[in-house]
């Protein structure tokens, strides 16, 4: 019996496993637990310090379209270990700091380099490699986020605690480039044509030579140019699903401050953003292969659905744990659909022609979205004192996400007769 190789796909999907874990679960999603201890050393507000963050955002969002326009135009080797690295030095940098005003400028390097590591590098490298079971595979890829966020928060909780917080930014910032960089030094290919093989199909499990000139493989590039979908109505309709997608998904950003807020003591208060984490470990892959099986419109369905029942199930959490942490899960879940399924959206509307440039448009979007729901739902809970009129809110979005998806869904012969469903 011929044993069958592992097509080299695979081990790209690691590569991105790595950058997802390292660089969002390490460097972005343990941000959080720094805030209280340097804000208490440096002697100001919260939100004085915080404001980083939304300068990191802000700056995200100009940049996603440059980077939209040149990802496919540079050596995405090259670009992704100088992002890494520069995430890197700049978190252990934050160790020395001493004002606030320096976290001001890192939130401008964390928005550049976030534009390329977070959002662009793995959609695109994957939609290389992959031409079948593309959505299972960045579902995988993106999971690898939240594992790194389950564990490391508490990692680096402890460090703040045992050493401060100078050195755990030290440690923390050295172990996501000890995870990230050799993956990506040693194991990294931009396209099956940099080893001769062909991109994964289901038809084409095995590596396989390419006989083209000079090694490049040929592909079909089908779908519309940038400057067509943005006078599409498709368009249109897309931007609403991705509105609607991220509103919901900034209440990542409240799951500690909700739980608080029912009155559950502190001690358990942080499981509840872990059960979230949870969710989304659960979610992004289960999501990615039903993209695959169902496509994206059934996929963004089921999930809006599971959304709605989660929240409903929040609305009553204040007087019921047991719902709290059942509604948080399930949100959890839907929240997948914020890094998974936009791009698999853009990729099966739009197609692969002008996709990178198209996604960033989408993404520039999808970000002020976050922005301005992190924002409302603050100011939301301060003047009620709970989130339950997020909640109604985040239901209505749903609602909507769903009716527009199916809209989509029946559009025909949108980009050279590629199939939603």
């Known amino acids: 019996m011929i044993k069958k190789k592992i097509h080299y796909g695979w081990y790209i999907v690691a590569c991105c496993a790595t950058l997802t874990l390292g660089s969002t679960g390490i460097i972005y999603d343990c941000s959080g637990i720094f805030i209280n201890p340097v804000s208490n050393d440096f002697g100001i507000g919260v939100s004085k310090l915080t404001f ?3 300068i990191s955002l802000l700056t995200r ?7 939209g326009n040149i990802i496919e135009r540079v050596n995405l080797k090259k670009l992704i270990i100088s992002t890494v690295i520069i995430q890197s030095l700049t978190f252990m940098s934050m160790s020395t700091f001493t004002s606030v005003y320096q976290y001001y400028f890192a939130g401008i390097i964390y928005g550049i380099t976030g534009s390329v590591s ?28 939240s594992v790194g966020s389950i564990i490391f928060q508490p990692i680096g909780s402890n460090l703040i605690n045992i050493f401060g917080w100078r050195i755990a930014y030290f440690i923390l910032g050295a172990s996501a480039a000890l995870i990230v960089l050799p993956m990506m030094i040693f194991v990294l290919k931009e396209k099956p044509s940099d080893i001769r093989i062909e991109p994964y199909t289901v038809e084409n499990k095995e590596d396989k030579s390419i006989e083209t000139k000079e090694g490049k493989n040929i592909e079909e590039n089908d779908g519309m140019m940038a400057k067509e979908a943005i006078k599409s109505s498709l368009f249109f309709l897309v931007i609403i699903v991705t509105i609607c997608i ?15 807020s029912t009155g559950i003591a502190i001690a358990i208060s942080g499981f509840v953003s872990s059960t979230t984490s949870l969710g989304l470990i659960v979610g992004k892959p289960i999501l990615g292969y039903l993209n695959d099986k169902a496509g994206v419109i059934k996929a963004t369905l089921i999930y809006a659905i599971l959304g709605i029942i989660g929240l409903s199930f929040l609305l009553f959490s204040y007087t019921n744990y047991t ?9 959890g879940i839907s929240m997948s659909l914020l890094v998974v399924e936009i ?5 099966k509307v739009f197609g ?15 970000s002020l979205a976050m922005a301005i729901g992190a924002t409302l739902n603050g100011k939301l809970y301060d003047i009620s004192g709970n989130y339950l009129s997020v909640f109604y809110i985040m239901i209505v979005l749903n609602i909507i996400l769903s009716v527009t998806i199916l809209v989509i869904g029946k559009k025909q012969k949108v980009v050279n007769k590629i199939k939603l469903i």
Not at 246 to 260: K, L
Not at 323 to 331: A, H, Y
């Open 343 to 347: 791009l698999l959206i853009v990729k």
């Open 246 to 260: 991220s509103y919901i998904g900034s209440m990542v950003y409240h799951t500690a401050n909700f739980a608080i």
């Open 52 to 54: 980083y963050l939304t």
């Open 118 to 145: 977070i959002f662009m590098f793995v959609p695109t490298i994957l939609n290389n490699w992959f031409k079948d079971k593309l959505g299972f595979a960045i579902g995988i890829a993106m999971t690898f986020s």
């Open 61 to 67: 969002v100009f940049m996603l379209p440059i980077i």
């Open 323 to 331: 719902l709290l942490f059942l509604g948080i899960f399930l949100l």
């Open 352 to 366: 692969s022609k002008d996709y990178s440039v198209i996604y960033s448009y989408v993404m520039t979007v999808s």
